[in-house]
């Protein structure tokens, strides 16, 4: 993975930036060295308006007595040029020959025709040219046409070494290579701790998330607090998840374990009584009928644990669909209290319910709602001693349905208060059963869009509170 990264990055941004450094670098260069040529270039050209100048001041009785003037002016600059040491000038004929040159030769070997044509063709009678002359020299001749007839001489010429152009720019290339070559070690400097510290610690997550795969929920990543990035919230994230996934597993152990514990109890009944029955040869003894008694209660508590357990699951994993309609709510509670009713009686428990007299109209799956009912009835008579009431409160706000189931039972431990409605989850003061009747109850809320919310006092008891959406035409 590490690699991977780095890879794409190499691919990716560094890649971008040479090619944006090549660009610019590239950019600079011309420009540094059309600045130079042309410095040079115009220099040679400012010399030219300034001869040119002064050929228009020279006179005559004629036309020819003119040219003469002007041609004898022109070679007298040439011989009196003060600049001999950094420019050659020279005077050339309508061919392109040299006339007179300020080296005092026809300067062959350092000229090029290629200004002196091309300064005939251009509109305003210059002509440039940039070679190496036949002794390896790079140069610059710069050709200019005499605005005046001066008898055979048509064209003024001025060469210049760019030797020292070629240093300066070979200095400022070296400097600018150096320039770029720093800000590149930079970017792949900056680059590589930014990767660095990406790859670091997404290295650590990967080595985590394998280790947790592997069931090692006991690791945990460091944090800081609070968050300084994204990184450090993934971690928190990854340890978040390690502990839940810890709890869940814890409670997924105490709950195989009191699942166990409570399908043991039933079997181990009905087992005992099996075998006492299997002695007894009279139907009529009566521990004959008190032990198919038994085996039918056990066998009932069973098949309502097992149901319970299968109903929770497929919840959870939404493979109950619900059939809702429009409901009486009035009419689901009661029916769901007349089936609690005997064994509240049975168990000593006083039940204390006024029905209201208005219809109250929900839009609800029946079963569902009788399975929420009935668990909920169920936790009140389980953990209520004999003499006990049970209350039962029904009524119709704004916008919900509320019943409110009241017991005066043992009530809820403070501590397991929030986790009660959790799956596997038994509180500390519990007693037989599954551990899922809340959460079962709960999902099924849920899915029908309502609420189940709790209230407990230790020792005194508990209020149960469901709401439901009205419904309305």
Not at 184 to 210: D, H, K, M, N
Request: glycine share 8%; aromatic share 6%; with cysteine.
């Amino acid at each position: 993975m590490h690699s991977g990264i780095t890879r794409r990055w190499i691919r990716g941004s560094l890649l971008v930036t040479v090619l944006l450094l090549v660009v610019i670098e590239g950019m600079f260069l011309y420009s540094t060295t059309r600045s130079y040529y042309d410095g040079v270039q115009q220099s040679m050209y400012q010399r030219f308006s300034s001869i040119s100048g002064q050929l228009k001041v020279y006179g005559g009785d004629t036309a020819r007595r003119t040219a003469a003037n002007r041609s004898l002016a022109l070679r007298r600059m040439v011989e009196q040029f003060s600049d001999k040491d950094k420019y050659e000038f020279m005077l050339l004929d309508g061919q392109g020959s040299v006339i007179a040159s300020t080296s005092g030769t026809s300067a062959a070997g350092i000229i090029s025709a290629r200004d002196f044509e091309e300064a005939q063709t251009s509109a305003d009678g210059y002509g440039t040219a940039v070679y190496t002359t036949s002794t390896g020299e790079l140069v610059m001749s710069v050709c200019c046409l005499v605005p005046y007839a001066a008898e055979e001489i048509s064209a003024m010429r001025m060469v210049t070494s760019l030797s020292l152009v070629r240093q300066q720019l070979l200095n400022t290339v070296l400097l600018s290579l150096l320039v770029a070559g720093a800000a590149l070690g930079f970017a792949v400097t900056s680059g590589l701790y930014f990767v660095r510290s990406i790859v670091v610690p997404l290295g650590q997550v990967e080595r985590a998330a394998a280790d947790i795969a592997r069931g090692d929920l006991g690791v945990r990543l460091p944090e800081t607090d609070p968050p300084r990035d994204e990184m450090d919230r993934l971690r928190g994230s990854i340890n978040r998840m390690a502990r839940g996934l810890a709890e869940t597993e814890k409670m997924k152990n105490e709950f195989i374990s009191s699942v166990s514990h409570e399908l043991r109890t039933p079997l181990t009944s009905i087992r005992g009584w099996v075998e006492t029955l299997e002695a007894l040869d009279d139907p009529q003894d009566a521990n004959y009928r008190k032990g198919l008694d038994i085996i039918h209660s056990e066998t009932g508590r069973l098949y309502n644990m097992v149901e319970e357990l299968l109903d929770f699951s497929r919840l959870q994993n939404g493979g109950i669909h619900m059939e809702c309609r429009p409901l009486d709510l009035v009419a689901e509670l009661t029916d769901a209290l007349l089936f609690c009713e005997p064994r509240i009686q049975q168990e000593g428990l006083e039940l204390s319910y006024a029905e209201p007299e208005e219809m109250i109209p929900v839009y609800a799956d029946p079963d569902r709602l009788r399975q929420v009912f009935i668990n909920v009835l169920d936790n009140a008579i389980k953990y209520s001693a004999p003499g006990g009431r049970i209350t039962v409160k029904l009524w119709a706000g704004e916008y919900k349905a509320f019943v409110e189931i009241i017991d005066q039972g043992r009530g809820i431990p403070p501590e397991d208060i929030g986790s009660v409605k959790s799956k596997f989850v038994k509180g500390s003061n519990a007693v037989r059963g599954s551990g899922i009747g809340l959460a079962l109850v709960d999902s099924i809320m849920t899915a029908l869009d309502g609420t189940l919310d709790l209230r407990s006092t230790l020792g005194r008891g508990t209020v149960v509170t469901l709401g439901l959406p009205l419904y309305r035409q």
